[in-house]
């Protein structure tokens, strides 16, 4: 083999070394700023999910298992999450809040997403899908389902806005009433499950409206407390 090449794979080989590196010091210093910030505001830490936790993620669409049943997200069946990383456990006068990430995969694909979970006893939701009407979206779901979603016939704007499912329509026309909604056209950058006594919330990619293809977004941990406090307050407007 030639000089030439064998520097050339060493260097390849180099560099790949390096970039592993770069993702692992990357993730330890992630890692290691949530637990700052879990301390701070008295959160316990889990550097993975348990088996438990991640059984119950199963009843939403978006963590159906790949090729199997899924409940609110049209597109559940093609995606499934591994690797739930950086958990934040908090519960307080019966809720239970969850953060954490999760690696979506498409194919043998994968990018890490950010997400709030919120259970409470209190709660009966209806099992519904809410994400943000994106040209994009609209595109992916024309060709993937024939579902084009329940329309709130006395918020047009809102409609346009957000694509909603539900396999409870009635209940869900019943919860979504004006006050919800207009609540809800005030926040920005946000996708909602919900299903009996449990909620997820997504926080949204903004930049997707208009040059990033990813939907979702992987919070920096300097956002949290803010995404945080977002995420409690849609919480309890669909706990009310």
Request: proline share 4%; glycine share 4%; hydrophobic share 40%.
């Amino acid at each position: 083999m030639p000089v030439a090449l064998i520097i050339f794979f060493a260097l390849l080989f180099l560099l790949g070394i390096l970039v592993v590196s770069h993702h692992f010091v990357k993730e330890k210093k992630r890692r290691t700023e949530f637990i700052r910030i879990a301390e701070e505001l008295g959160l316990s830490f889990s550097k993975k999910a348990d088996r438990a936790f991640r059984k119950r993620l199963k009843d939403f669409g978006r963590f159906a298992s790949r090729g199997g049943k899924y409940r609110a997200s049209p597109v559940g069946k093609y995606r499934y999450h591994a690797n739930i990383i950086n958990v934040l456990r908090d519960s307080r006068n019966g809720v239970e809040m969850v953060f954490f990430e999760c690696r979506q995969r498409w194919g043998k694909s994968g990018a890490m997403d950010s997400v709030f979970y919120f259970r409470s006893p209190s709660m009966n939701l209806p099992q519904f899908s809410l994400r943000e009407m994106l040209p994009a979206t609209q595109l992916l779901l024309g060709f993937m389902t024939p579902n084009s979603g329940i329309n709130l016939k006395n918020h047009p704007k809102f409609s346009e806005m957000y694509y909603l499912t539900s396999n409870n329509e009635k209940a869900v026309l019943k919860l979504f009433d004006d006050k919800l909604v207009s609540f809800l056209e005030n926040q920005d950058g946000f996708h909602i499950e919900a299903n009996h006594d449990e909620i997820i919330i997504y926080t949204a990619n903004t930049e997707y409206r208009t040059t990033n293809y990813r939907p979702y977004k992987r919070i920096e941990p300097h956002e949290f407390k803010q995404l945080r406090s977002s995420a409690i307050d849609i919480f309890e407007h669909f706990r009310a």
